[in-house]
């Protein structure tokens, strides 16, 4: 089952980072927080491996409305999208909220995956 939402962008992969948290902003997504895996596993495990960036993004609004219908969403938030390099190519990735809501069978927090879904989507089609 495909979880993500990819795509391949250009080869400068700070101007691409750059694109991605403006993108995300239009769309009313704050970035919470990044991950540089590449740092953290080199000074974790002293291993060398190309560049990659989780940035954790939360669009308050669908936030609160999922929180207000279950507590324990929280345990699903933020939505991690991805910026990494593979090969000498740059990719994105978001994951697919709806993805992670079917399994619970809740129709008002599926159709707020719905739209988040839609705006992660909007997001990396317009990079």
């Known amino acids: 089952m495909k979880m993500g939402y990819t795509k391949q962008l250009g080869t400068d992969f700070d101007g691409e980072r750059k694109r991605i948290e403006e993108a995300l ?5 704050g970035i919470i ?16 491996y190309e560049k990659y960036i989780i940035l954790e993004v939360c669009h308050p609004q669908f936030a609160y409305e999922v929180l207000q ?12 999208v991805l910026l990494y390099e593979e090969n000498k190519h740059i990719f994105v990735s978001s994951i697919l909220p709806t993805k992670i809501m079917e399994s619970f069978q ?3 927090i599926m159709e707020i995956a719905k739209e988040v879904e839609k705006k992660l989507i ?6």
Do not use: W
Request: aromatic share 8%; net charge negative; charged share 30%.
């Open 25 to 29: 902003a239009k769309e009313y997504f």
């Open 69 to 80: 219908q279950d507590k324990e969403m929280g345990l699903f938030l933020p939505c991690n």
């Open 106 to 108: 809740n129709e008002a």
């Open 33 to 48: 927080t990044s991950i540089d895996m590449q740092a953290t596993l080199k000074k974790k495990l002293n291993v060398d």
């Open 122 to 127: 909007r997001v990396i089609d317009s990079l």
